[in-house]
């Protein structure tokens, strides 16, 4: 799931000029750290259907736009045919990584968020969009946070490095630093792109689990790829309601674990001094690297 503050504080925005008043999911069953049964046994046959249609629709758009890793993970969860179980994805990810899901009704709080992951658990909503919002929806649902992000839990280095966010995310909560980690967040874990060989590949969850996106990343002359730095993507604006302006290129797995390691304190000091970048800025010296 997405648990940035901007974003939290656009749903709130949201939910307040709803007409019910709050967001989407139902939290009367939720524990103290949100966890719900996931209750699979009520999805309806026509969930699971669009589900299929999901899942069918994504999975063909992966080969040459995907890292290879995700696209060999989400082959080994066997989640093609409908909602899938989230024990049985647990039992095997917990073998692989140490990791294992927790039912969420939805969004949750940053500090609750940020908990799960540091003692490796990764919350995946329950509920599944309205056939209408095939292409769109606005808070993540169990297609994004399953198809998106599951897949490259399964990866050791890729999994420590989200366990390390939440202890992050933790202490950013202590020295103020939210808003530059949901940065952070933004641009790796959901709409991060890597190097390959065969030219540039998406990893981000935002995109995988995107029709369009997923394309426009990649093969569109407008936004700028720009090779990953953690203070500067830190410093930098995104959009919560269109595709990105920019996306930020590691490398591999092992330079996001390793440009994240340092202590952020005195970067967090130091951006608090500093304007934000507009989500559309390129730097002196940056390279842009083209589209493919
Ligand atoms: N190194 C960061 C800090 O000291 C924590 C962190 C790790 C943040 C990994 C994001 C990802 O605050
Ligand atoms: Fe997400």
């Not at 750290?33 to 899942?55: I, M, N």
Request: proline share 6%; charged share 20%; glycine share 8%.
């Amino acid at each position: 799931m997405d648990m940035t503050l901007e974003q939290a504080e656009f749903l709130k925005t949201l939910a307040e000029k709803s007409d019910s008043g709050s967001l989407r999911g139902d939290y009367s069953a939720a524990d103290a750290q949100y966890v719900v049964p996931q209750d699979w046994h009520t999805y309806t046959p026509d969930q699971h259907a669009l589900w299929r249609k999901l899942y069918q629709r994504q999975v063909q758009l992966l080969p040459g736009r995907a890292c290879d890793l995700f696209i060999d993970s989400l082959a080994g969860l066997d989640a093609a045919g409908g909602i899938p179980q989230f024990d049985r994805t647990s039992e095997a990810l917990s073998r692989a990584t140490g990791w294992r899901l927790v039912a969420v009704p939805g969004l949750v709080p940053d500090h609750v968020f940020f908990e799960h992951l540091a003692n490796r658990r990764f919350p995946v909503t329950v509920w599944l969009r309205e056939p209408r919002e095939f292409d769109y929806i606005v808070e993540p649902d169990v297609f994004h946070d399953f198809f998106g992000h599951v897949p490259l839990l399964f990866n050791p280095v890729f999994a420590n490095h989200l366990q390390e966010y939440g202890k992050g995310g933790l202490k950013a909560l202590r020295l103020g630093g939210l808003q530059f980690l949901a940065r952070l967040y933004w641009y790796t874990v959901e709409f991060g792109l890597i190097e390959s060989p065969q030219g540039l590949r998406a990893y981000g969850a935002g995109i995988l689990s995107s029709g369009g996106e997923i394309g426009y990343c990649l093969n569109s002359p407008v936004p700028r790829r720009i090779p990953f730095n953690a203070e500067r993507v830190m410093r930098t604006l995104y959009k919560i309601d269109s595709y990105q302006d920019t996306y930020f290129v590691i490398r591999d797995f092992d330079q996001l674990f390793e440009d994240t390691a340092p202590d952020f304190s005195p970067i967090y000091a130091r951006l608090q001094t500093l304007a934000a970048l507009p989500a559309d800025s390129l730097l002196a010296g940056e390279r842009n690297l083209q589209a493919t």
